[in-house]
């Protein structure tokens, strides 16, 4: 009596699940995760650096920190949603102001040797906004602002389903906003980021004699002084977003981000500034919607999405 079938007749494994990887790359951080062809996140790994003082050696390290996350998963490719200028062609991050060690880095030559996966690249802010078509709040739209805001400022349009952007194009940060402005990392004056990042509210919040290293959630939780400096935060983040509103008129702003500790009142400010640099009749209203995920993962998942178009 036979016990043991034919290997003709054994049933096929079943094949394993098509998984996704991506990595978020910006000053000071790298993180790396493992996604489903849906877009949840399945497995997640962060890694820190100092960005003004890293060497290239010390990306290396930062990056083969997080690699590991993608080990025990047979991903169909990693997407890089990298701050600065990058060279998706030739997988390069060309310049990112605040850390020297990355001025012509091999991103994804680096990350390939790591994991063995095929590896794009892309600007943070496009990949945002196809992370927010994909899979958030941008969903079912074909003209939408998502914009990042904290550490890295930057936003990202989709205009009638198309990036305006060139590819590795720049994120709005150093648009001018202030004629007379403070001098900017990029050796210009007014930049946008010299205005509405974490370091310009850090520094406006000691300042007002609030304190050192407060946060956003901290002023927003404090007396009328801080609420002061938050409203003044506000009407800077949406200086920069009033330009994107004059030229392409989204119609919706996803903020992500440090923005997502500002409360109600925050929220409002960026949306009544908006709403009043409405150019023309009949122009859709703007709207202003605030992530509210703990863990803000939109740039991870523009990231599985550039992969995706790889595919």
């Known amino acids: 009596m036979r016990l043991v079938p034919d290997a003709a007749e054994q049933p096929a494994a079943p094949a394993a699940p098509r998984r996704l990887g991506a990595v978020e790359l910006v000053p000071g951080r790298v993180r790396a995760a493992v996604l489903s062809m ?62 020297p060690a990355l001025h012509g880095y091999p991103v994804t030559e680096r990350l390939g040797t790591l994991t063995g996966a095929g590896v794009h690249l892309e600007h943070r802010a496009r990949l945002q906004v196809l ?75 000691r300042a007002a004699g609030l304190g050192e290293s407060m946060s956003l959630a901290e002023l927003v939780r404090g007396g009328d002084t801080a609420g002061q400096v938050v409203e003044e935060y506000a009407h800077n983040l949406a200086l920069g977003l009033v330009n994107v509103q004059q030229l392409f008129a989204p119609g919706l702003f996803i903020l992500h981000g440090e923005a997502r500790e500002g409360g109600e009142r925050f929220r409002t400010v960026v949306e009544e500034r908006l709403r009043d640099a409405v150019a023309f009749a009949g122009a859709e209203q703007p709207r202003v919607l605030v992530g509210t995920a703990a863990v803000d993962d939109v740039a991870l998942l523009g990231g599985a999405g550039l992969v995706l178009s790889h595919l």
């Open 38 to 99: 849906a877009g949840r996140v399945l497995d997640r790994a962060e890694a820190s650096y100092d960005a003004a003082t890293a060497t290239p050696a010390d990306i290396d390290g930062a990056l083969a920190g997080v690699a590991g996350v993608f080990a025990a998963q047979e991903v169909q490719g990693i997407g890089v949603a990298a701050a600065g200028l990058v060279d998706p062609l030739t997988g390069l991050i060309l310049e990112v102001n605040d850390v």
């Open 131 to 205: 992370g927010d078509r994909w899979f958030g709040a941008g969903r079912g739209r074909r003209t939408f602002a998502s914009v990042s805001t904290g550490e890295v400022l930057g936003v990202g349009v989709l205009y009638d389903g198309e990036v305006m952007a060139p590819p590795g194009g720049r994120s709005g940060a150093h648009m001018t906003v202030s004629a007379s402005g403070e001098r900017c990392t990029c050796g210009n004056r007014g930049c946008w980021k010299t205005l509405a990042t974490t370091g310009w509210l850090r520094a406006r919040a």
